[in-house]
């Protein structure tokens, strides 16, 4: 059952002079791995961050650098929690976490859907 959805879009270039005017952002937002790819793939990451977020309905509990976005062999992007955030979201009953991410024409932009198991009532 679907319980949250997220959108997010980023301005690229504003992004990145925020990260130049205030590199100590990335240590704040950005898991070491992640804090080593470019500019417009760190942008369509918060945004998917931040589309979590508003999937989720709000940050209560989740802390930037614990929401990684991994992808699988195909390319395909996912979330990997750690730590108190992946605690946080399992008791949110979140099982699953759709992500879709994008960038171009100096834009990121990323869309969440957060699932939970149906109740049993739902399946009957």
């Given at each position: ?33 992640e ?59 979140i ?24 109740t ?5």
């Amino acid at each position: 059952m679907i319980v949250g959805i997220g959108v997010d879009l980023v301005d690229i270039p504003r992004f990145e002079r925020t990260i130049s005017r205030t590199p100590r952002l990335l240590e704040r937002l950005f898991s070491p791995k992640e804090r080593l790819l470019k500019p417009h793939s760190l942008a369509a990451r918060y945004a998917a961050k931040e589309a979590l977020i508003k999937a989720l309905g709000g940050s209560d509990g989740l802390h930037w650098t614990e929401i990684e976005i991994a992808s699988e062999p195909s390319g395909r992007p996912l979330f990997s929690l750690t730590g108190s955030t992946a605690a946080v979201v399992a008791a949110r009953g979140i099982t699953t976490l759709h992500l879709s991410m994008s960038h171009d024409a100096g834009l990121a932009t990323a869309y969440v859907v957060a699932e939970s198991a149906p109740t049993p009532e739902e399946s009957a």
